[in-house]
């Protein structure tokens, strides 16, 4: 079983900046992709930003030039730093991790922007 705990959402002024943590602990075999996903009350959650074993990574549109996903091995820490916040943002963000053959959700972390 894995656990994830995020850290690092708050509230932010537009054009201001946050960092996002995930760290993974449990039995931990093979993390094959971690990323972030993001929620907003009655949509559907979208994929932001995920980074994939051999260190590529990919972005949703929205959020490409300003947002950087990133991880440590060594800590299975997944980071997600977000630059020039913009209101549309304001969501609840999830970590994922794909271990193994299962994926496992970190419990969500607010994040506001405020215009």
């Known amino acids: 079983q894995v656990q994830l705990v995020e850290s690092g959402g708050g509230l932010v002024q537009a054009g201001g900046s946050l960092t996002l943590s995930c760290a993974a602990s449990g039995t931990i075999f093979s993390i094959n992709a971690m990323g972030w996903y993001r929620q907003v009350a009655g949509k559907q959650r979208e994929s932001v930003a995920r980074?994939?074993?051999?260190?590529?990574?990919n972005y949703a549109d929205s959020v490409k030039g300003r947002f950087t996903i990133s991880r440590n091995n060594a800590k299975n820490t997944v980071y997600l730093q977000m630059n020039s916040l913009k209101p549309e943002d304001t969501a609840v963000y999830y970590c994922?991790?794909?271990?193994?053959?299962?994926?496992?959700w970190g419990q969500g972390t607010q994040v506001t922007v405020s215009s």
């Open positions: 994922n991790v794909f271990a193994g053959t299962s994926y496992y």
């Open positions: 980074i994939f074993g051999a260190g590529s990574t």
